[in-house]
């Protein structure tokens, strides 16, 4: 499974929606995630890749739209 679908499907639980918006779609200004859901998000992200994310990093627009998270992700790993 490649980065951006394990990305998706986690985006998928932790909105609890089956849609998904275009990967440079806002995750926040579309409604899909809101600012509560960030810890849920970040949390799944960590345990799916193995990487520990710091809380420096916790904004909200690093993790925007599935193609910033893939981004961000790559340059961790």
């Known amino acids: 499974?490649?980065?951006s679908e394990r990305i998706?499907?986690?985006v998928r639980k932790v909105g609890n929606n089956t849609a998904l918006p275009a990967p440079d779609e806002s995750l926040f200004d579309s409604g899909y995630?809101?600012?509560?859901?960030?810890p849920d998000l970040v949390s799944e992200l960590e345990r799916e890749f193995g990487i520990k994310i710091p809380d420096s990093d916790l904004n909200p627009r690093k993790f925007?739209?599935?193609a910033r998270i893939q981004s961000y992700l790559e340059s961790r790993m």
Request: charged share 20%.
């Open 1 to 3: 499974m490649e980065n």
């Open 8 to 10: 998706s499907a986690i």
């Open 64 to 66: 925007e739209s599935i």
């Open 33 to 38: 995630l809101d600012s509560f859901a960030l």
